[in-house]
Structure formats: structure tokens, C-alpha cells
């Protein structure tokens, strides 16, 4: 007979975290604010990766435990470089990319990418790399219901969408795209015997402000009203993401609410799309966003996890 009396896993369920740091893009709002307050009051020492440092300066200050606030403009690979560049060696149990930006108006990057895939991709493609020799745990990359979308996939001919832009088929690319990076990600972490794990997560239907920076005021209103009729709230969409990044997981694992649709429910491990699947897709994205960002892997140089971690 089942047992009724089982808690369902929530923020409460996290695990001592004294002694380890986690990085989190995007933690001055949101989801990732959300994650970054459960992390530093289990105990991590919580990075805020922002790009507006008083506004995470802010955000920092209305959470309990050890946080510090450090500039990251994901949209600019000078930035990212920066930020990795200031690392200096201290170690990395969690990196999570959390940040990411929503069917926006056609746009450019500092670099001359499409905004979406430049920054919720490639940015967090160069980040990781980049921090990569540090991490000594897991890196979670935040994906979405979007890359199930119809019509969602690389568009390998045109990634920069220079012709045709939609802003929702290059918002479900960029989500396709985390999830590929991913795959390809812990592909290579097993290869050179690393015990690092990359794993992925959605938050479902999770009202947020993420939905107000969308380019059509339609769109906006739209979800507007979905928020407040279906949408779960933040730290509720934000129990995959710390699922993802404390519990015992296989690699490539992706994480999501577990009720109708995946919109609402507690963390499980959830199903994805053939294309989401795709390792040769895989392959060839990672090689074409080295190719992009001016950056190769750095995993001969994976640090590993301490003794009893």
C-alpha cells in the first residue's frame, strides 16, 4: 500500500550545502533568485552572475546566507570572458544557467548573434566552458516546454535567423539548443573520465517576469492572464532547477514538474523531444558554437569532485 504520508520534495528537501559554491545566472529575479535564496539557506556560498549589479546588489541583500555579486552580461562574450577570467581557481561545486531572455524583438548580441540563441546558448556555452576546469559537481542549464514546440529545431543554415526571424521559433531553437548542449556536454564529461555531471531543467508554466520581456504586447497579454489563471509561482518553478543540482541524478538527466503537461507539480525526471535527443545534432552544435565563440573544450582539465563528494 502506498504511503500517504510522503512529503512531497520541496526547498525544505535540499541537503546540507555548508562548504560548497554555486554560481547562478540571472539571480538578481525570478526562478533564479528563488534558487539562489534555497542554495545560500542550506548553506552554499551563492554567486549572483548578473548584468545589472545594483539590481543584484539588491536582490542579494533580501537573501539569508553567504552571497556575493559579480557582473555578467551573457549577451557579450567580453563579459563572459571577464567574469571567467576573475574566477581564479577557487572551485565550483554547482554551476547553474538559470538566465535567459524570451521571444524578444529581432535582435543582436554585442557580438552580432540573434539575442536568444546568443544568450541563452552561447553565452551559457562559453561560461561553462570556460569555468568548466573549476566545477567539481554538476552544471544545470535551464531548458523549457518551448523546445517541444512545432517547428522547433536548429536551423544549422541560418542560426543567427538573418532572414525569417520569429521571435518564438528562435526562442524554442535557443531552448532546443540547452538541451543539446547538455547531451553533448556529459557525452564528453564521460569520455574524459570526469565525474562532473550536466543535467538540464524546466520550470513548467511558472509565472515570472520573463513573460513581460516578450516583444509582442499580445504575447504579453497573453500570458499575462495565463500567470494568473495556470501558472505555478516561482519557487514552485523553481524546484526542478534545485532538484537538478542537489540530488543523485544520471548525467543528462532533465528535470520538470511532474503534473498535467509538465505546467505545475513537484520535480521529477521528464521525458524530451527526438530532436532534443539527436547526439549527432548534438555533435555538430557544440563544434559550430566553438566555432562561434572562439572557444574549445577544456575538458583534459575537469577538476574532480574532493573525497567525499
Do not use: C
Amino acid at each position: 500500500m502506498a504511503d500517504k504520508t510522503k512529503k512531497t520534495w520541496d526547498a525544505t528537501s535540499l541537503p546540507d550545502l555548508g562548504g560548497r559554491t554555486a554560481v547562478v545566472t540571472g539571480a538578481n529575479s525570478g526562478i533564479g533568485l528563488t534558487a539562489a535564496d534555497a542554495l545560500a539557506r542550506s548553506g552554499a556560498h551563492v554567486v549572483f552572475a548578473v548584468r545589472d549589479l545594483d539590481r543584484g546588489r539588491a536582490a542579494a541583500a533580501t537573501v539569508t546566507g553567504s552571497t556575493e555579486v559579480r557582473r555578467l552580461d551573457l549577451a557579450d562574450l567580453a563579459s563572459v570572458r571577464e567574469f571567467a577570467e576573475a574566477w581564479q581557481g577557487r572551485p565550483l561545486d554547482l554551476l547553474i544557467n538559470n538566465a535567459g531572455v524570451m521571444m524578444l524583438p529581432q535582435q543582436r548580441t554585442a557580438d552580432g548573434f540573434e539575442m536568444q540563441f546568443g544568450t541563452n546558448h552561447l553565452g551559457h556555452f562559453a561560461l561553462t566552458n570556460l569555468l568548466l576546469p573549476y566545477v567539481t559537481d554538476r552544471v544545470v542549464t535551464l531548458s523549457s516546454g518551448a523546445h517541444r514546440w512545432s517547428g522547433a529545431r536548429i536551423r544549422f543554415e541560418d542560426l543567427n535567423w538573418t532572414s525569417d526571424y520569429h521571435p518564438n521559433g528562435a526562442y524554442a531553437q535557443s531552448k532546443l539548443a540547452n538541451l543539446l548542449f547538455t547531451l553533448e556536454l556529459q557525452r564528453r564529461l564521460t569520455e574524459s573520465g570526469s565525474r562532473v555531471r550536466a543535467l538540464a531543467a524546466h520550470p513548467g508554466y511558472a509565472a515570472t517576469n520573463l513573460q513581460s520581456h516578450a516583444g509582442s504586447p499580445v504575447m504579453r497579454a497573453f500570458m499575462s492572464i495565463g500567470n494568473r489563471v495556470f501558472a505555478q509561482d516561482d519557487k514552485a518553478g523553481a524546484l526542478p532547477t534545485l532538484y537538478a543540482a542537489t540530488q543523485d541524478l544520471p548525467g543528462a538527466s532533465y528535470v520538470g514538474p511532474d503534473g498535467l503537461g509538465e505546467l505545475r507539480g513537484a520535480p521529477t525526471l521528464v521525458g524530451r523531444t527526438t530532436a532534443a535527443s539527436d547526439a549527432e545534432g548534438a555533435r555538430r552544435l557544440w563544434t559550430v558554437s566553438e566555432e562561434l565563440t572562439g572557444l574549445s573544450s577544456p575538458l583534459g582539465r575537469v577538476a574532480e569532485p574532493a573525497a567525499g563528494r
